[in-house]
C-alpha cells in the first residue's frame, strides 16, 4: 500500500508490451490446440508454481478504440485495464495460458468466439440478455452507465434526451450506447438518418469535436477518458446499471470457472485495485 510498492507495481504492470511479447513466445508451446486438459493440481493458492505441462493457450480478442479499457497507444502497441486484467486473472488459473491479442471490430466479437477464431472477449462488454443467449460471461468485473458527450464551451448543452431532439448523434457499432440511441430514433426524438454508426468510438469523437455531429453516448468511464483528452464534456448520463463481462463459449464451463476463480483472486490480492487505480486514476 506504501508509495514505493504502488511505484514498483505500475512498474511492472506498466510492461503490458513485455507481458504481450512473452505470451506471444508461449505460443508454440502447448501440446496440440484445443486438447483442453483437467486440472489435477491440488492448490490452487500460492502463485509460484511454474508447470508448464498441460496448458491451454487461449486466444483473447478485444476491440481497441474504447480507452481506458483497450487502445493502441503512441507506441502502437494494444494497452489497458482489460489487457491488464485478463493477463492478470489467467496468470491465477492453473490450467490456461494467454496467446497473442486479435484486435477486432467491437461487432464482429461474439461471431470470432463462435468461430474459435477467439477463446475469450475482453472488450469491456455488457452482460445483457441478447448477448447471454449466444455466448457465456464471466462474473461482472466493472460498472458502467450511459454518458452524453457534446464540445466543450459548445452552446448545446443537452440536459435530458429530450434535449437532444433534432441533433445528429453518435454511437459505435454493436454497443449498448448505440441501443440508447436507436431508442431516440424509435421514440422520434431524432430522425434515423440523424443516428450515425461509427466503426469505433475514437472516430465518433472525432465527429463530435469536428462539428459533424452534435454528441456521443458512450459508456461512462470511456467518456470520462474522452473528457480527460479530448475537447469534449459530459452533459448528461443516462442510468443504465450495465456490468462488464469477459466472454466466453457457450459449453466453455471450465474456461468460465476458472476465469470466475481468476477474477476472484485477482480482487482479493490486490491486482485489481492496483488496475484500476492506474487506469481510472483522475489525474
Ligand atoms: N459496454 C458497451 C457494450 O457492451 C460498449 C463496449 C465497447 O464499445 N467496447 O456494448
Not at 506498466?14 to 507481458?19: D, F, K, L, P, R
Not at 443537452?158 to 431508442?183: I, R
Not at 459508456?219 to 466466453?248: C, K, L
Request: net charge negative.
Amino acid at each position: 500500500m506504501s508509495e514505493s510498492n504502488r511505484r514498483t507495481f505500475l512498474k511492472s504492470v506498466g510492461g503490458t508490451g513485455v507481458a504481450l511479447t512473452v505470451a506471444g513466445c508461449l505460443g508454440g508451446g502447448g501440446d496440440g490446440d484445443g486438447s483442453t486438459t483437467t486440472g489435477t493440481t491440488g492448490d490452487g493458492t500460492t502463485g509460484d508454481t511454474t508447470t508448464t505441462e498441460d496448458v491451454t493457450t487461449i486466444t483473447p480478442g478485444t476491440a481497441s478504440g474504447f480507452p481506458p479499457f483497450e487502445f493502441v497507444n503512441e507506441s502502437g502497441d494494444l494497452v489497458g485495464f482489460d489487457i491488464d486484467l485478463l493477463s492478470a486473472v489467467v496468470e491465477q488459473t492453473d490450467g490456461y495460458e494467454l496467446g497473442s491479442w486479435e484486435d477486432l471490430e467491437f461487432n464482429q466479437l461474439i461471431v470470432a468466439l463462435q468461430n474459435d477464431n477467439i477463446d475469450v472477449v475482453a472488450a469491456a462488454m455488457t452482460i445483457n440478455e441478447e448477448r447471454d443467449q449466444t455466448i457465456d460471461f464471466t462474473d461482472p468485473y466493472y460498472d458502467a452507465n450511459q454518458a452524453v458527450l457534446v464540445r466543450e464551451g459548445g452552446s448545446f448543452q443537452p440536459e435530458s434526451t429530450d434535449d437532444l431532439a433534432d441533433h445528429p448523434v453518435g454511437a459505435q457499432s454493436g454497443t449498448t450506447g448505440k441501443d440508447q440511441m436507436d431508442a431516440l430514433v424509435e421514440e422520434g426524438t431524432i430522425s434515423s438518418s440523424q443516428a450515425n454508426t461509427y466503426e469505433n468510438y475514437v472516430l465518433a469523437v472525432q465527429d463530435l469535436a469536428n462539428g459533424n455531429i452534435d454528441a456521443v453516448i458512450v459508456d461512462t468511464p470511456v467518456a470520462e477518458t474522452f473528457v480527460a483528452n479530448r475537447d469534449v464534456v459530459i452533459s448528461f448520463t443516462i442510468e443504465t446499471g450495465e456490468q462488464y463481462g469477459f466472454g466466453v463459449r457457450e459449453n466453455d464451463d471450465e474456461l468460465q470457472s476458472a476465469l470466475n476463480e481468476g477474477l476472484q483472486a485477482v480482487q482479493d490480492n490486490g491486482t485489481y485495485a492496483e488496475l484500476t487505480e492506474e487506469w481510472f486514476a483522475s489525474e
